[in-house]
């Protein structure tokens, strides 16, 4: 019998301390949240770690648009990708709700990257020694690989 008067104690102020923290926990945040730029990239990384083969630090994570992908390939000496066209050549058209560009991240490692250490790179016979990665995070994909 003491036993189970014991308990109850014990379960009102656990439930006390649940109450008082349920709202700190909800509360606005100074640190890293889900939707940093950084976080909203997470699915991406174990694929980015695996292009380089484990090698390097990471040293950049964030999100990016089409443009600045286009710039930084056109930077690098790569033309960047030319939009889907239909079938009878022109440009595909827009469709309202499924957009061209998917959610990508740019993911940058620094190390040491000889020519063929890392496949798909663009251009190929470049080696460098940073591997800035463009991948689609929805379903983790590469876009494009770049060294420098």
Known sequence: MTALRGWRPA????????????PACSGPRSGASVSTEVSGCAAVLPLARRIVHDEGTLTEVRRISRSDADA??????????????????????????????????????????????????SPP??????????LRVRHPSVERILTR
């Open 125 to 134: 016979a470049v080696a460098g020694r940073y591997a800035l990665i463009v």
């Open 11 to 22: 379960a009102v102020a656990g439930l006390l301390i649940a109450c008082t923290l349920a």
């Open 72 to 121: 930084l390939s056109r930077q690098l000496g790569v033309n960047p990708l030319a939009p889907p066209r239909s079938r009878i050549g022109l440009p595909t058209p827009h469709r309202p709700g499924r957009p061209g560009w998917p959610h990508a991240c740019l993911v940058v490692y620094r190390g040491d990257y000889p020519l063929g250490t890392i496949a798909g790179t």
